[in-house]
Each structure stands twice: as structure tokens, then as C-alpha cells.
């Protein structure tokens, strides 16, 4: 069992952080095996860091260690952080629709090992991907949901989720209200098919064929009450031609939602992502 | 000295448009060495073809070839379409401001022969670049402009510029008129440095780092009276994080808009790029 | 059903190439919607080419339309040449190892109609892809291979390929015998995890990561009795760095491989490749 | 005058480097701004730091500083270690051949200051270039080499090149001996017009265009003996068709040589390239 723990932090500015923070794990013989940090401005802006750290040889229990943090290094910079234990795998759950690319992606990166978290359901408004889903040992609901029986399907949902701490939206095509992301800041993926903020809202491959754009992309990002505007977690593109329709488009462009969500969630689970106001730092 | 000629066709799509083209050709001699063609639906769309031909045995003067092939082809497609002869160097000219990127790209793959044109001119309403442009042995012409004095900036640059039947705008930052614009459909190309239709208007990179984008891009498209709307020509993008700030995106940004400008014209010099609407057919 | 073919040419270079094909099937009412040719010397090379043509309106049979090619067209210009109706669709069988990432990839895209072929067999040396191959509803035959059986192995193959026109080696870690390659000219397509001629032979990823490369790629390619040096259809790479293990290559490699593969064999089942002596001509 | 500098280091792995380094610059109050480090085992690898410091308030002089970390830091942990004050810019030289390319491109960005260097001379065995380097203000010097005059024209190098402490091989087509470098270990930059380790050696273009890749690419690497094998610095790749002749690929290949080499040399002159054996560390 991993004896490995990541610690993510977030305050202002100042002197002095690395040094505190790389001082007191020293310690408490956790041992540090990266570390990434980025500042927002020379002078006076915001500062991120991200450590991984090894605890085989830690002399305290996680707890004593998390209350002595808080105590002598996050209380004097006002800091926001989270330290967690590698074996503490977050829950998962995905929401889909009909397409089965991105979903079928996740559940097959997930099988392998590659996203480390308990997968504990995948929901659909749909049932056509209940035998693939099933197929992989995973819960499958099917949960109707459209504009006039949101709110029904919500309540639905958010009993099945309770408890998962990632929500990953794989070409779900419904909105969710704000008050059901009101619970989950930073907690929800959604990748949407066009390189935003190009092409926000209904069927962008359209839209970029009829602006007649060389590159069609896809978009990560956290889910904020403003549609297809939260913060990007990560992007990519694709060359297209002339020779390419619509379908053309939808074919290859699920290629690079499939990779661009998947690498995000992968960062995600990994602790490599925080939140900087409407953007993201990513340390991979 | 090149006997090869490019003949380039535009017409609603109908059987046997290629066989009359090819047959037409194949009469008089003259060689397809390369043949690109393509129709914007299966069925009822529209007809785009670009041929390369060798035309060391033609039999026929080229004024001869040109009235034959409206009499026997043209006219009964309804074609618009235009041949080339390759040793018919077109006259470009460049319009610049302060930043020396574009422009000095474009000056050095021209006289590396990259660039099959006659450069007559660079104009800028700046003064800086006239050393460096001199050195290329090309005229250098500074006339002032912004809002105020538009129109008699537009006068004096048409005056310079008649005869010339590419323009290209290589970070040029004024804004030309639509009468300026009426005489040269799809003769004046612009780099935006932005992946265009995302983040138009002024100081795209701003935007983008406001906006936390993943990648940022740049787009070479014709000018149309409305504003970074044209039809575009290519683009290409480079990925960016959080690292960088609005001057790393600047520099960044430059390599794509040199590579991208400097393809676009090649093309347009090559006859590769046909408009269709508001988009193009590019055969590469 | 497809009233769609597809003809492919290849013959010396000589004039009048395009306008006798063309001239040909416009006269039998062919009509055609895509052409693409390529000639490798503008004086005395080789001359490939590909057309799409619509035969709803076609006033003969296909029987009478080839041999009326051979007869007009063909031998005239003493060509290889084919003529594949849409409608019949190539046999395809996948040869897989152990490694379910390439394997998968080409069922789930076959499965969504990206692949038009009959998926008649996947063959393993190992059980251990019956379940997911079988989800697929695909005949999965475990034939295990290795130096010392390769004959018996290759034996039992054949019986169950036959009739197929096209065997995928989907990360298949056996070599093949001459004597099976030589009734399969161009008909077997390998994905090497690398970027050939860089790495060919065992453990491509381990040779990369101890080179210290600073991208990692993937080649598909045309088996031929010479290891991992046959006709290269497709490559691509991506970006690593020190911060990657050779596991972290293999799995940065796998989307690159599956990826390449799955191009390559849409392009193949879709007759856009031609093979030129040790190289391959690619219309996409 | 820029007050930052900055810290790199090499040492084998241990707990603690980190909080010791870092507790040391702060004592000193030298203001940590950027901190990479990549250990290349999870235990008993090598470990790599670099760190960017604010020393404006700093309170002790440089030399008392270096002094102090080597007694303090360095020896209990056995460092290989360099501090730089930004202000102290290094001295490079290019050496070139006829083409224009690259050498053109490190002028150019040079000028704009995104190369932070003295740039004291440019070398040539052909006098082609003469014009276009005094053009920048850059002194040039034409020596002849070959084979047979290869002592007597790298002792009138070394001559001028006393006191550089980068040298960049912009296309520069000669071998350098193996005494030349020994001067050098790790400060002679070479652009190799491939991806290696495909096609070292001469005209990799050509080796390119025969083997029928469909990428090409040029590698930055720094110079040892044996030819074309030293660490590599970066790499890309472009994406080349049947289309392209070997003179295509010389001239897109031009592209991505000017890039990948001015890169290199940035991230040289920024100090984040630290070597490993036979592969580096770049802390982008």
C-alpha cells in the first residue's frame, strides 16, 4: 500500500513559504520527491505549490501531522491547503449521455490503473450504455433528465452521488442548475467539443465548419453556473480541411475529447490542478 | 525560365467537369503534373479545381489557349476560373507598424526565393523598419495613419501601391476602409494573432491570458470589411500554462504568426487557396 | 447501399493519364466526386492516382465496365490498377498479444462504423482478450505462438484467415514467418511503438527513455519479411520529458499507437494508400 | 540592473536537500521565485534544482554568499553547483556555414533580447554570411576548414573564442576534434537536421526522403566526440507527405531547426538545462 502523500497549497505571496513548508516536513522525516510552485506575480500576487512527498519513515500519524501544519506553517500565511494520503482514493462518478467515446475512454484508462479513484457509478439520461458500463463492473443508472424535469432528476442524482467527490460530465448534454454545483466547486469536469472560448454552447462542430476554422479542438474545464465558461483545465487541437464535414469533424474531434478529458481527470485525481480564480495552475 | 502555368477553376458541380478540363488540356499538349480538385456536397454543391501543367509542348500561344478554353469549357460550366503562367510573378506588397516579426520573416523567405513574387514595397506608418527593410533592397515607404487621417493615408498608399495584386498586412495595426478594401477581393491577406474566431479585436493575447486558454494561435485570413471576420486561410496553435504571462504569450505567440503568415502567402503566391463564401478550399 | 467505388491506379508517367481515366468514366456516366494523383518526378516517374466515382447512373455492369478499363485504359498505359465497389467490404482480421489498448481501439471503432470492413477474427497467442473481444461479438481464437511452434502456429493461422484481405497486427509480439507474408503483399499492417527507422527491434520504449528523446512516436506500417522496415503508412509523436519513466512512456505511447494504428487502417479499408517500392503514397 | 540570479544544482538524492537549500537562501532573505527539481529515482537516483532568486534584499555580497553555500549546504551533501547573477551575461559565439537559416534566426532574436547573451562573434568557413552578420552589428570572422586544415583552422578559432563560454553550431558543417571540446563539456550546442538517433550523419534529408518517414525533424544536442550522440536538448517534428521532394523537406525542415535550436540556446542561457550522463534536464 502507498505510503505517498500529496500536500497542495494555495495563499498570498511572501517570503519565506518554500522554506517553511520544505523546512517542517524535513522534520517530520517526510521526505519530498517533487515539487512544483508557481507564483502569480513577482511581487504581491498569488502562490501555488504542489509537493509529493514519501511518509514511509514518518515518525507522526497523519493527523498530529495535519494539526501541527496548520499550527506552525499555514496559520502565519494565511494559507489554503490539503494534504492527501495517496491511498485515500477519491470516488468518481461519471455522467453521460448517448455518445460512448469519452465514457468508454474513462472506464477504460480506469480499468487499467491509470485513474486512481473508486469509479462508483455511471449515470446517463439515457439508456443505451448500460451493457458496455456494466460490461466493466460498474454501476449503471439511468436517470430520464431534461429542461422541465430537472429538478426531479437532480434530487435523483445527487442521491446517487452522494459521498463521490469528482463528477466528470463525458458529453453529458444536459445543464445542471447551480444549486446542484453549488455543492461541488472544483468537483465537476466537463469537456466540451470546441476550443473555447471559441464556440460555446449547442453543436460546435457545426459552427466550426461554417466558420470554416483549419483546426477544430476540445476544452476541459470545471463546471461553473456559467455555461462552458469555468476555469480550463486543458485544450487541444486538430488540423481540418476544406475536405471535412460536419461528421468528418465529429469523428475527429472525438479523438481529442476523449484524450483532453482524460488527461484531465488524470491530473485531477492526481492533485495536480488548483484554482486560481477563473484559471487553472497545472503542475504536470 | 518556368513553362509551367496553374490553372484554377471555381463553378457549380456537374458531371464531367474533369474529363472536359483534362481532355481540353491533354489536346493541346500541355502536361498535368498536378491536379487537386474538390466538391462541397455529393451532390448539387459547388466545383473547385486546381491544375499544375507543364507546357513545354503546347502547341498554342498562351492568349490562344486562354480564349479556346473559354469557348470550349468555361462557358458551358459557367466557370470562374484563371490560368497562370508561373514566370507571371505576381507584386506584393507588405504593410507593417513597429513589430519587425512578420515582416522580416516574409523579407527573408522571399529573397530565399520561398516567396514567388515581385516585392515592390513595404509600407509602414511607422519609421522603424526602414533600415531593415532597405537592407533587403526593397523599397520602403512611411506614411503615417490612424483614424484621423485615414483617408488620405488610404490615398497615398493606393497611389504606391497600383499595380501590386497581394497585399500582405503583417501586423499592420490601422484598420482600412471598405472603399480601400473594394478594389482588392481576396488580394489583401492579415495575420491575427489569435486562433481566430476566439479573441478578436484588440490585444488578443491579453484575452487569452485573462481568459487562461491552454493553447494560443494565430490565423492568417483574407480581409473583409468587417473586422477579423474574413475568410480564414490557415491557423496553428502552441501550448501555453499558467507560466506564462502576457509577454511570454507575445513571444510565443510570434513563432506561429511568422509560420503561419509566411505559409499562407506561399499559397496564395501558388494559387493554392480558392474562396468558397466565407471559407476557403486550400490544396496543399 | 453504397452505389460508391473506388478506382487506384498505378502505371509509368506519361501524358494524357488523367484525361483518358477521367475521359473513360464520364463516357460510362462514372461520376466523380474525389481524384487525387501524385507523380514522383515531373519528367519519368512513377504516376499514382485515386478516384471516388458515383455509379447510381452507371449504364453498365461492373463486370463489363473492368474489362472495357483494361481493354481502353489499362493497357494502353500498361497499368496496375483496381476497382473496388463500396458495397463490398474487405475481411479484416486483428492479430493481438496480450496489450488490450490497440486491440480495443480498432473494436470500438469498428464497431461505431469508422472501420468499413467485416471484423470476421481476433487471433491471440493469449487468452487473456477473449472477454472483451467476445463483448464485441467477435470470434476470438487463442493460438499460441513462439519461436519454437511458429510453424504449427502459422499453420493453424492461415486456416482461419483465409479469405480475409486484410490481418492487423495490433501490438502482435510474434514475428511472422516470409513464407506467411508472401501470400499477404501489403496486406498486413504492424504499429511499431516508435518512431522508425529510430528504435526498431525490442523494447522501443527503453531504447528511448535510456536515449534520453525528447518525443516518443509511433509508426504504422506495411509488414515485410525485413523487421519493422516495411512501407511506413503513418507516424506520429509526443512531447516527453526527464520528469517520464519508461512506464510513463509506455503509457504516453499507447494513445499515440492507437491513434496511428486505427488511422492507418481507415485509410487502407478506404483504398487511400498505395505502395511505392519501399514507401507508401497516402491521399487523405 | 537585474538584482535575480540563479541557484542550480546536481547532487546524488537525499532527504532533505530541499529544506536545506531553500532555509538557507531564506536566512540570507534571497527571495525564492521559482523553484524546479526532478529526482530520477524514488530512492538512490540523482537529484536535479534550479531555482530563480530575488536578491534585491539580500544582505550579504555574492562572493560571501558562494562562499557561505559551499560550506554550509554544498559539502554536507557533495553538490555539483553554479550560482549566476542574471547580470552577468555569458559569451557566445555562433559558428556557421553558407546557410542562413539558423544563424539569421539567432541574430534576429538576439536583437530583440530574448537571447540573453553577449554575442561576441560569428565564425564561418565561407565568407557568404559576412554582410548579413555586420548588418547586426556582430563581428564576423571567415575561417576556412576541412579536413586537412582542421588544426590550423580550430587553433585560430580558439583564438577568437577566447573567453566564450556558449558556442551554437548554427548548420555549421564541419567536425570539431575531439580536443577542441574538450575545452567545452556541455557548452557547444549543434542543430542536427533530424530526429535523431534516425539519420545522423550526412544529408539526413535525403536518408529521410528515401526511407519514406512521414515526419520530419531536427534535434538540438549538446556536442561530444562521437558524432551526433551527445545529450539531447529538444526535438520536433513536422508532419511531410509523398508530395514532398527533398527539397520540400529542406525547406519545412528549416522551420523547425530554427525553433528547436533557438530554444535550446534560450533555455542554455536561462540555465535550465542541467546534464545527466547522457541525457539532460530541462526545467521549463
Redesign the interface.
Known amino acids: 500500500m502507498s505510503t505517498r502523500a500529496h500536500l497542495v497549497i494555495a495563499c498570498d505571496d511572501r ?2 513559504i ?3 513548508v ?2 517542517f ?2 522534520r517530520l ?1 517526510a ?10 506575480a ?1 511581487d504581491g500576487g498569488r502562490f501555488f505549490m504542489r509537493i509529493e512527498v ?1 511518509t514511509a519513515l514518518m515518525t507522526v500519524e497523519e493527523a498530529e501531522l495535519k494539526e501541527a501544519f496548520q499550527r506552525e506553517v499555514a496559520d502565519q500565511f494565511n494559507m489554503a491547503w490539503r494534504w492527501r494520503a495517496v491511498r485515500h482514493r477519491r470516488k468518481m462518478a461519471i455522467l453521460a449521455s448517448r455518445a ?2 469519452t465514457p ?1 475512454e474513462l472506464l ?1 484508462r480506469w480499468r487499467r490503473g ?1 485513474l486512481p479513484a473508486d469509479l462508483v457509478a455511471v449515470v446517463s439520461n439515457h439508456p443505451d450504455l448500460r451493457e458496455a458500463v456494466e ?1 466493466f463492473g460498474v454501476p449503471f443508472h439511468c436517470i430520464p433528465n431534461h429542461r422541465d424535469i430537472r429538478q426531479e432528476a437532480e434530487t435523483r442524482m445527487l442521491e446517487i452521488l452522494e459521498g463521490t467527490d469528482l463528477l466528470v460530465l463525458a458529453r453529458y448534454m444536459q445543464i445542471l442548475s447551480g444549486e446542484f454545483l453549488a455543492h461541488r466547486p472544483n468537483q465537476v469536469i466537463n469537456i466540451h467539443h470546441s ?5 460555446a454552447g449547442a453543436d460546435p462542430y457545426r459552427q466550426a465548419f461554417e ?5 477544430i ?1 476540445a476544452t476541459a474545464h470545471y463546471v461553473t453556473p456559467e455555461l462552458d465558461a469555468g ?7 486538430i488540423a481540418v ?3 471535412h464535414g460536419v461528421d468528418d469533424l465529429r ?1 475527429l474531434g472525438r ?1 481529442i475529447e476523449r ?1 483532453v478529458l482524460a488527461k484531465s481527470v488524470q491530473w485531477h485525481l492526481e492533485d495536480r490542478i488548483l484554482v ?1 480564480g ?5 503542475f504536470v
Chains 1, 2, 3, 4 share one sequence.
Open positions: 517570503p519565506g518554500v522554506a517553511t520544505t523546512g516536513l524535513h522525516t521526505n519530498i520527491t517533487a515539487l512544483d510552485e508557481h507564483a502569480t513577482s514519501e460512448d467515446a468508454l477504460w491509470e460490461d476550443f473555447l472560448p471559441a464556440f466558420t470554416g476554422v483549419k483546426r479542438g476555469p480550463i483545465i486543458e485544450q487541444d487541437v480541411s476544406h475536405r469523428q479523438d484524450r486560481d477563473n484559471k487553472t495552475v497545472v
